[in-house]
């Protein structure tokens, strides 16, 4: 039935709110074309950039013209539970619906989405199914939930609720939403002293968006490089057609020292962006394809001499750690054969593509169209380049140390290598994050930005 309903997406204000008049003049529009309409969606922390429609303009309008107002809160309704974000919700007492998902912001794991409606004989009357094989004698006195939504059979969530309602209390759920409220206000703060940044929206809840003060193209390379890097995940979203990057707190154990890295990474990865741009302008694929099948072509032919550098158990440990991006996810047995196999390193390039492809359909289901494969490509065929080399130089420095030429250096070396906890002796890493206070600013050496293998 929904899908034969027509369906007007409205205009939204330099806020990103839907507007009592702009409602008006779509329901007015609406009739002068022999429609009728009925049906309101508003949304309280819209998925994009965390807006609020008016409900306080909308809902008067939804009354007087006899529509049914429903509203969306699937994020932003946890909050709720706190006063002082209660007057983002002014206007409620018109609406007819409301939804909100605890699994999204109130610490119940997926799936828990609950619905209230102010009049449930209006809602049931269209989706009441009463087969004689379903009919029993309490139909009077139990709420039969297989006449409230399209599904007969559903399960069973509210113990869930009830538990972690117990189990925090609305003291504690409230002490968390604000906690996330106030490190997302703080990453905002972080951002808005970075010229190179804008926040875009306005900073609520926990979401916070930006880009970079630079084109399309160098915020979805800047999106692409963060999230491959598996340090950080973002989403993005499309605003008036502007790709944007969103940053949200969502883990129960935030801390401000977690913002911090964040953005020191966010930022460090931006610097490069930047450069990258500067020196290096983003080529079209064909272009990239010959580009690597060159290098491909040119490996083969030198055959292992360049892994024979690489490889070299005499090199010495300062050239070893000199070269950028040491920390590195731990080698595939597929890259650990020193010379170059052409059958295996085309079952190699195989096996990465598709992991490629895989991470970036993942990454893609999230929002199609804030993706360009242009960009995607451009990085995967960097990160492919710079993976070998990196996995190569990993294997050096296991040799050199099975061997005992580096063993007086081993113990700090693996810890800075393999677990990149204690990063003291690597060149420029200042001090061991675990050192680091909330006002400090957190220094991560531009070694541990690198992209790492792909999902
Ligand atoms: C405002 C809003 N409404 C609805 C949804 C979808 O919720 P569900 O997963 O319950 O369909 C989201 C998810 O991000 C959302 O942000």
């Known amino acids: 039935m929904i899908a034969m309903v027509k369906l007007k997406i409205l205009e939204t204000d330099s806020k990103y ?11 007015q529009e609406d009739r002068n074309l022999g429609l009728i309409p009925f049906f309101v969606s508003a949304t309280l922390g819209t998925t994009s950039v965390c807006s609020f429609d008016l409900l306080s303009e ?4 939804c009354t007087e013209n006899d529509l049914w107002l429903h509203v969306d809160a699937a994020y932003a309704g946890s909050a709720m539970i706190c006063p002082e974000f209660r007057y983002l919700m002014c206007g409620i007492e018109h609406a007819m619906s409301f939804n909100t998902n605890p699994n999204k912001w109130m610490l119940i794991n997926f799936d828990c989405s609950t619905m209230w409606v102010k009049d449930r004989f209006k809602l049931t009357q269209a989706l009441v199914v009463d087969p004689l094989y379903l009919q029993h004698s309490w139909t009077d006195k139990a709420i039969d939930y297989r006449h409230w939504g399209i599904p007969l059979s559903r399960r069973f969530r509210s113990l869930k609720l009830w538990f972690v309602i117990r189990m925090y209390g609305i003291e504690g759920l409230q002490k968390y939403i604000r906690e996330h409220v106030r490190l997302a206000k703080r990453f905002e703060a972080l951002l808005r002293a970075d010229d190179r940044f804008e926040i875009i929206g306005e900073v609520v809840m926990g979401l916070v968006c930006f880009r970079l003060k ?12 963060l999230n491959a890097s598996g340090r950080i995940h ?11 990057i969103r940053f949200c707190v969502c883990n129960e154990r935030a801390i401000d020292r977690d913002i911090l890295i964040a953005y020191e990474i966010i930022k460090q990865t931006a610097s490069i962006i930047l450069q990258e741009i500067l020196t290096e302008p983003i080529t079209e694929n064909y272009e990239l394809e010959q580009m690597e099948e060159q290098d491909y072509i040119n490996g083969v ?18 050239s070893l750690i000199s070269l950028p991006n040491l920390i590195t996810p731990p080698m595939t047995a597929a890259v650990m054969q020193p010379a170059v196999d052409p059958m295996a390193s085309l079952d190699r390039r195989r096996g990465q593509s598709l992991a490629e492809k895989r991470s970036f359909l993942v990454r893609m289901v999230s929002d199609p169209k804030c993706y360009n494969p242009k960009i995607v490509r451009h990085l995967s065929m960097r990160t492919h380049k710079q993976m070998s080399q990196e996995m190569a130089r990993d294997l050096a420095i296991r040799q050199a140390i099975e061997h005992g030429s580096l063993r007086s250096r081993t113990a700090r ?27 400090d600013e957190v220094y991560i050496p531009e070694q541990q930005i690198g992209i790492q293998e792909p999902m």
């Open 58 to 61: 909308i809902g008067p309008v």
């Open 17 to 27: 709110r839907l507007r009592g008049e702009t409602l008006q003049a779509a329901i």
């Open 214 to 225: 630079a084109s399309e193209e160098a915020n979805q390379m800047l999106l692409t490089k």
């Open 413 to 439: 070396c693996n810890t800075n290598i393999f677990s990149g906890n204690r990063a003291s002796s690597i060149e420029g890493v200042r001090r061991s994050l675990e050192e680091i206070d909330d006002e």
């Open 234 to 244: 973002m989403v993005p979203a499309s605003l008036n057609d502007r790709f944007v």
């Open 301 to 318: 032919k030198e055959g292992s001499a360049d892994s024979q550098t690489l490889f070299n158990r005499d090199a010495s440990f300062d």
